[in-house]
């Protein structure tokens, strides 16, 4: 059984198309994250939510929107795509912060 | 500016030998975990650290975390193909909202 599933793995778009990541834990945990690992593998966080609850919501642009619809569920929507925007996105969950437990990741790569 | 500073970046052995990498910061984290990250897949946790002077044993790897909790090291010893990979510290702070603080990394690569 996948803990935290993310799809899709590869996602290959134009430049200013939209695109959704959709992200399950069947974990049981109360937070999820979805963090950006750039080129050079440095992972930053974007956002955070806590039972459905926005906690974390760092100096992202507006483009990207995360969606929770329930504690187990942690969408992340992104609108008129830019080349900048190529990364690895991965989602995560923890139980009030303990160990994170990582997705396998969704290669975004805009062209 | 890097809250979490690891070194070293790159890390090329043979089997058999030992290596340390470590973890500095000039802020204090109430926890530090170290993940080991294969490529085409997410970080997998390896160890947490929450106490000042703790120091956890997994196999070959040992992990210290400092007495004043601003820093840590992995080390490894005897090397071996299968260590092979990409591992990273990561940090939480003393404050509520907010999440795990990751280093840049160490790409360990150990041939045979």
């Known amino acids: 059984d996948t803990a935290v599933s993310q799809t899709p793995k590869y996602l290959v778009t134009q430049m200013g198309n939209d695109k959704s990541i959709k992200c399950e834990q069947n974990?049981?945990?109360?937070?999820m994250y979805w963090y950006k690992q750039d080129s050079k593998k440095f992972l930053k966080i974007m956002f955070s939510y806590n039972n459905k609850e926005l906690i974390i919501n760092e100096t992202v642009p507006n483009r990207f929107s995360p969606k929770s619809p329930d504690k187990a569920h942690l969408n992340l929507h992104i609108n008129s795509l830019e080349l900048g925007d190529s990364a690895v996105y991965f989602c995560a969950s923890s139980l009030q912060n303990y160990g994170y437990t990582f997705g396998s990741g969704t290669r975004l790569t805009v062209v | 500016t890097q809250l979490l500073e690891q070194s070293p970046q790159f890390l090329s052995i043979q089997e058999g030998e030992n290596l340390t990498v470590y973890c500095n910061s000039s802020?204090?984290?109430?926890?530090l975990q170290w993940y080991r990250q294969e490529p085409g897949e997410g970080p997998v946790l390896l160890v947490t650290?929450?106490?000042?002077?703790e120091v956890k044993k997994l196999k070959r790897l040992t992990f210290q975390f400092g007495d004043a909790r601003k820093d840590s090291s992995l080390h490894i010893t005897a090397a071996q193909p299968g260590d092979t990979g990409l591992y990273l510290c990561?940090?939480?702070?003393?404050?509520?909202?907010?999440?795990?603080?990751f280093g840049k990394g160490t790409t360990l690569s150990v041939s045979s």
């Open positions: 974990l049981g945990h109360d937070t």
């Open positions: 990561a940090g939480l702070l003393n404050q509520a909202g907010t999440a795990l603080i």
């Open positions: 802020s204090v984290f109430s926890s």
């Open positions: 650290v929450v106490t000042g002077g």
